[in-house]
Structure formats: C-alpha cells, structure tokens
C-alpha cells in the first residue's frame, strides 16, 4: 500500500542510464527525474528510447549502466515485482484487460501477494473490486465484463488497478492512441483528478497538443539521448520538434499540403455502391479516381474503420458492390482484395500487420496471403533491394532489411506495415489511421508516401480520425453512426470536420460550398 510518509526527492530519478540491444544504442546516458504530484511528458522520434527507459523504470529489463531512485531510495532488486508494482505504476499502450473476465477479476488477477487486498469469496471480490474503483474514481460496475467495456473504460480499469498496488507514479505509454477525442478528452479528466491526489505521471506521446495540453515539464530524447528537459510553457512547438528531429523547422512548410488537382476526371479506380455491413455502416457509397487521396473521417462509432477493412476483405457486408479499376471483387475475402489491387495498413499492426520474428524485409514483402504459406529463410536480393529502398523513403530505424521487427521501436514497426501495403504496387491503397504511433516527422514523409502513390495515378483511401491524416485529403466524407454525413473539400476547419465527427451536421459557417449533405 502506498507510503503514508511525504515523500523524500522525486518519485524518480534516473541518471546516466544506458541500455545497448547487440549493435543498437538504445540510450545513452540518459536521465529523467519527476517531481511529486508532477505531470511530465516524454517525447522523441520512432526509436529514442522512450520504451525502453520504461521497461527500466518498470523493472521489467536492467540497465547496462546507471542508477535509479524512487522517493529518494535505490530501486528494488530485480524481479521483486510487488516492490516495483508499489513504486511505479504503468499502462501501455497494449490493454492487458482480459475481456472474457469482469472488471471485478481483472482487478485482482495476478496478485502474488496475501496481503489486505487479495479477497477470498466472489462476493469479498467484488466488493473490494467496487471499493477499489470508487477511490479512483471510475464508474464501471465490478460484475460487468470487461469485453463490454468502452477503449476508455477498460483504460480506466486499468489505471486503477496499476494504482491500486501503492504507486503515486504511473508511466503511460502511448494511453491515447486507441482513443477518440470523446475518450481522450475523458482520460485527460481522469488524468487531471488523479494528479489533484498527488498522483504523478509521465506521459508518452506522439501528439504534441496532448504535451501542451496535459503536461508541466518535458524532457526530449533524441537518438538514444537526453536533449533537453524544460517546463512546457517554455518551449514552444516549433522548438520542440527541433529538439525532437536536431534540425531547424523555420520555413518549414508540411510536406502534406494538398496543392491545387484539376486532374482529376478519369475513369473511377474504387467504386463503392450501396455497401452496408449490418451493425456498423449503411448503403455506403464512393467513387475515387486515379490521383485522388479520399478520407474516411469519423470516431469510434461511426463504421470508417469496419468499412475500410470491408474493403480490405476482412468483413463480408450484406450487400453491395465493390469495384476496383473497373473490375468487381469479390467480398469478404482478404486474397481477393488483394488479387483486385487493395492495398491495407491495419488499424492493429500487433493483430493484422507483422510477424515479430521475422526481418524487416520480409516483413515489407510479405502480403496477407503469403503469411498462409510455407515461409523461405533466404532473402532474395528483390526482396532485400525493395527493402532497402522502403527502410530509406519511409526513414525506418533499423540496423539493417535482416533485423527482425521485434526489435524495431512501436512508430518504426507501422512504418514497415505500411511498405508491406505498398509492396504489392496495389491500385487503391486502403489506410487505417496510418500514422498511429508514428512521429511527427515520420509522420510527414509516411503522409507524403500516401500523396506520391496517389500522384502516380493510385487512389488512397485514409480511414481515421487524426486532423493531420485528413489534411493530406483531396475530400474528406464524415461519417457518424454507420452513414455519410457531410463531404469536405481541402481549406475545411477543424471545427466543422469535428462537428460533423460528432454528429452536428449543421452547417456552422457560410463556407457552403465546402459542406454538401447527402
Ligand atoms: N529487444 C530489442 N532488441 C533489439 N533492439 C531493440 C529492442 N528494443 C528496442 N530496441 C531498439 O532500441 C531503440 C530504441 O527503441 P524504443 O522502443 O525504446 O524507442 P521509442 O522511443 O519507444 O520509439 P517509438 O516512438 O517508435 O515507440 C530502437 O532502435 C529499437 O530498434
């Protein structure tokens, strides 16, 4: 349980942390020290180090070199987990929520210790497991299961039982990549609450706005090393993505902005007619010419992201057409997707995307159908040369095409599934949320790949929520609860692209010739 005494120094402090995989430098004599009650974000490209100074700070993986502290005192020994689960609490990205169990289990699975809060009977258990949410605030019923639980709930669930072990420091990793800006908003409250208690966080993200937002201090790291550690009204935007990248942003204009496209009057490459898939999306329709980068908007709700795997063959709608460079394909079927010329990142590249075990360059060429197959262990040089050429033009971090991608960082991961979509030279290339987990500079070129394939005569299709993917958009249709509720052309403000997300489809201003209702 938590330490009744003031706490003595930061609730941690690491210094000259280093930490080397083989060849790779994960960190460098690195360091971070967060302050009681503080909120402290960390931030780097793909491939800083953010993950694994986690791991050490969660004890989950030693340091080569340096010390760590918690309130003042020398970190518990390895693989003394309640000692560590009571100094520091963390929640990745990844859920560890079992959805087949209640809230009320998952609260208390995986206690090794017979102290106070291990319940005997299911009814102890769920009292306790009430108890439990209640002091942090989280208004879930214990007895429900954790299956029917919203991405933000389960979250909650989560950080509560992180908590629960005695830490006032939780570490979140990535907490709102799976989130839509309703959860995001919710996780921040609860964030903000948890703070008012004395609780202190460290907090990961590829969104800068979120640092702004929720976050104090904030300490950079670049290839491996500390940059810089300031407080967040200090250093503005542009300064810290020049901390982030070690290059000056000044007249920087995005590498995405849509220019003007007149060229856009040859025949359809996707036709989508009447598609509706029962529970999820209703009579949809598009038609996407060769050049054109569509956006398929809308939050959790609202069917985009079940639609974009309905073109990918990942679900079979109930009726419908789909059609591709002219041709009708065959639905419900991922090898005909394929066949007809789909291209697909996945929203889940753990679930959908990657073969951990195997290299990078394999991963890159590999598309859903070979994964069925027999698997050779010899690069061919094809392979390897188109590898290499993705490693440089989607600026993977990676030792080499051999490596396997189970050591790549998170952003660099995505970043080899979204070359395996483009590996098969696909006509429409079908994007979920592409740039989740990416960094901001990645992010530009990973969006600047998407307008190039267009730009060659391909479609692309973005399926997300993120302003900055749809901004790459020669249209953009809004989705809410399985239907199309409003078409954007470029120059639409966040606000009207959010309200329609939301369900508000008056239009708001005068720009009507950018708002077409259906
Ligand atoms: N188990 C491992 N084996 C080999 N290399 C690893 C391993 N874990 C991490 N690395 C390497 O260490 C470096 C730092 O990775 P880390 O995951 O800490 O980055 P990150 O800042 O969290 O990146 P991202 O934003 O993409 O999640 C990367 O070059 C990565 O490839």
Known sequence: MADPSPARGPVVEADGISKRFGATVALSDARISVAPGESHALVGRNGAGKSTLVSILTGLQNPDTGTLRFNGEPAPAPGDTDAWRSRVACVYQRSTIIPALTVAENLFLDRQSTRALRPISWKQLRRRAGELLAEYGVDVDPTARAGELTVEQRQFVEIARALSFGARFIILDEPTAKLDAHGIEKLFDKLRSLQQQGVAFLFISHHLQEVYDLCTTVTVYRDARH??????????????????????????????????????????????????????????????????????????????????????????????????????????????????????????????????????????????????????????????????????????????????????????????????ALATEPHVLVAIRPTNGVDIKSKESLLGTVRQVADAGKTALIVSDEL??????????????????????PGWSDEELVSAMEGMTGPTDTKESHVSHH
């Open 227 to 420: 940059i810089v550690t300031a407080p967040v009204a200090e250093l503005g935007q542009q300064a810290l993505v020049e901390a982030m990248t070690g290059e000056s942003t000044r007249n920087g204009e995005p590498a995405w902005s849509v220019t003007d496209r007149q060229d856009l009057d040859s025949t359809p490459l996707l036709e989508v007619a009447g598609l509706s898939l029962t529970g999820s999306y209703q009579d949809f329709a598009l038609t996407a010419r060769p050049g054109e980068v569509v956006g398929l908007a809308g939050a959790a709700a609202s069917g985009n992201v079940q639609l974009g795997e309905t073109l990918a063959g990942l679900h079979r709608p109930q009726s419908g057409t789909v059609t591709v460079a002219g041709r009708p394909v065959r639905t419900g079927r991922v090898p005909a997707a394929l066949a007809a010329g789909i291209g697909f990142v996945p929203e889940d590249r753990h679930i959908q995307g990657l073969i951990p075990q195997r290299s990078v360059a394999e991963n890159a060429t590999l598309t859903v159908g070979d994964q069925l197959g027999p698997f050779g262990t010899v690069l061919p040089s094809r392979t390897r040369a188109f590898a290499e050429r993705m490693i440089a033009d989607l600026d993977i971090k990676t030792p080499g095409p051999s490596t396997p991608v189970s050591a790549l960082s998170g952003g660099n991961q995505q970043k080899v599934v979204i070359a395996r």
């Open 468 to 489: 900055d993917d749809l901004r790459v958009c020669d249209r953009v249709l809004a989705m809410f609860h399985g239907r199309v509720v409003a078409e954007f052309a």
